[in-house]
Nanobody, 121 residues
Framework: QVQLVESGGGLVQAGGSLRLSCAAS????????MGWYRQAPGEERELVASIQSGGTTNSADSVKGRFNISRDNAKNTLYLQMNSLKLEDTAVYYCYAAVRAGPSGRYYGYWGQGTQVTVSS
């Protein structure tokens, strides 16, 4: 089994910054794509940004130039640096990881429990 534990959420004023972290632990041989998703009240969960094991990134247009996703493969940890936060960034942020438990196994997707980010005016 694999656990993803997020941290770093909280309350911040518009224009401020937060850094989210997601630490993966458990039966891990290697981790493929990792990503951050968010879900605001009454909305569907949406992709914020993703990063492949080799470092290639992808992000939503709404966060380009403000959010930066990175990972430390040695620590099995994912980060999201969020700058110039806006009211509309308020949501629960979820970490996702595609994890393989062995060298010949398939990848399985895992989710963290979510961390609340609230941006105030």
């Amino acid at each position: 089994q694999v656990q993803l534990v997020e941290s770093g959420g909280g309350l911040v004023q518009a224009g401020g910054s937060l850094r989210l972290s997601c630490a993966a632990s458990g039966s891990i041989f290697n981790i493929g794509t990792m990503g951050w998703y968010r879900q605001a009240p009454g909305e569907e969960r949406e992709l914020v940004a993703s990063i492949q094991s080799g470092g290639t990134t992808n992000s939503a247009d709404s966060v380009k130039g403000r959010f930066n996703i990175s990972r430390d493969n040695a620590k099995n940890t994912l980060y999201l640096q969020m700058n110039s936060l806006k009211l509309e960034d308020t949501a629960v942020y979820y970490c996702y990881a595609a994890v393989r438990a062995g060298p010949s196994g398939r990848y399985y997707g895992y989710w963290g429990q979510g961390t609340q980010v609230t941006v105030s005016s």
